[in-house]
């Protein structure tokens, strides 16, 4: 039976519930990487760099989560160096419950946030953890590319550093 998608704009009330299809997801997924979090989930959902959020509703009921975000400065300075003369911004906080998976939730989630970066003029970017190969394959599937890595603060001794991509505008589309 199909599933109708809806990405609309995150609201207050939404949190909870997201606050738990996140947990329901972690154990699957890795993401976030660390669980129980050392701060309120609630605080990783909703950041003081996110610009605008979104949810995707499958049947009426929340489903997944996206974000778009000004980079922290640690990430800022790496993306400069590495595309100097670009002005990024962060496709963040990507999710979807566990039973959404392979329904085209994060697929719908991922280009409403690069379509509003896109729509402001500016570059999309985001950091991924290698070991989380499923995020990693759906972005390469969608057409990022890594161009660098990087060991931030909050990434735990033995990880691997995280990748650092770009989305570059698609053949042909370039201004």
Do not use: C, K
Not at 99 to 127: C, E, K, M, N, Y
Request: aromatic share 6%; hydrophobic share 45%; proline share 9%.
């Amino acid at each position: 039976m199909p599933h109708h998608v809806t990405v609309r704009p995150r609201r207050p009330d939404d949190v909870d519930g997201l606050v738990a299809l996140l947990a329901g997801q972690q154990a699957q997924s890795r993401y976030p990487l660390r669980w129980p979090l050392p701060f309120p989930v609630e605080d990783f959902l909703v950041r003081e760099t996110e610009e605008r959020a979104w949810v995707a509703e499958v049947d009426g009921a929340v489903a997944g989560h996206v974000a778009v975000a000004r980079l922290d400065r640690e990430l800022a300075v790496e993306f400069a160096r590495l595309r100097p003369g670009e002005e990024p911004a962060a496709v963040t906080v990507l999710f979807t419950g566990a039973g959404h998976r392979g329904r085209g939730v994060g697929g719908a989630l991922h280009d409403t946030a690069v379509a509003a970066i896109r729509g402001s003029g500016r570059l999309p970017v985001l950091d991924v953890l290698p070991g989380h190969s499923t995020a990693v394959e759906m972005y390469r599937h969608r057409g990022w590319t890594e161009i660098g890595r990087a060991r931030p603060g909050w990434l735990p001794a033995g990880q691997p550093d995280v990748l650092l991509m770009v989305l570059p505008e698609p053949v042909g589309r370039a201004t």
